[in-house]
């Protein structure tokens, strides 16, 4: 059981315990309901607290969040790295051509059932709470959640810069702010197109060579295939990207690597910066494109 503890600071003195929980503890309001239905889901100095309480200074408020008993994936154990873990979350390097749920043809090589191998060898219960997903083929950092209140406190607020090679040299710098929508008769694939779903896109290059860009990317928002549909839309496929017109000669899959993330550990509030060098196949790109792996102090200006 992940017990969290917060001490009423002087701002809060005399406040109702919900506005506590809600505004200072970023407690959902479901979690809170579901806490309310703990016997001490909420305690403050050893003793029940309601909601409706005030709180004072210095007090010291537990939350005891309940064990899952939700069943999980499949058990597997998977060739996947774990970059950082705490009680609170777990970032794993995914590599390429593993998918993060469960689907067809794909029941028990994912990152939910490399989690369940996880959780199962800790002898814990837990969901599988991805916050950033990535696509079956796009390689680097995955942040998931432990519980729920981690999860809602992460929702939307993982920042990420992805290393993409495209086909063609695009500008130096620039922003793609265009909707995208469901290619008709293509199934998932995308396009630019009116009546689609606001989708943003900037970009730096980083280098240049042999008719390829390497470039780093920040998304502000996290729609299907993004980052490769909008490139492609403008002109500049990603290599290997045979779905949206790119050329698989040097690398089998899409050239897109999710190289770093920052987010606000969801109960310290640390700042948490991590990185991931490119995999094999990747780098092996840049070196037949005679691209340099780039230092990783460039990818990080991003989040400056």
Known sequence: MRILEFTVPPAYHGAKAKVF??????????T?????????????DGRLLRTIDPVQAGQVVLLRLPEEAHPMQQPVTLPVSVVYEDEDVTVYN????MPIHPSAGHACDTLANAAA????????????RP??????????LAVTARHAHAAARLSGRVEKVYLAVTEGIPPTSGTIDAPLRPMEGHGIRREIGAGGE???THWRTLATCSGHALLAVVIDTGRTHQIRAHFACTGYPLAGDDM???????????ALHCAAVRFIQPVTGETIVLTAPPPPDFCRLLEVLSIPVPDFSAILTYFS
């Open 198 to 200: 606001e989708a943003i």
């Open 94 to 97: 995914k590599p390429p051509y």
């Open 117 to 128: 191998a996880r959780s199962a060898a800790r002898g814990e219960v837990a969901l599988f």
């Open 32 to 44: 809170m309901i579901r806490l309310k239905q703990i016997p001490g889901g909420i305690t403050v």
């Open 244 to 254: 949206y017109g790119g050329h698989p000669g040097h690398i089998d899959r899409h």
């Open 131 to 140: 916050i950033n997903r990535l696509d079956r083929n796009t390689s680097g």
């Open 21 to 30: 929980l809600r505004s200072y503890c970023k407690l959902s309001a479901r």
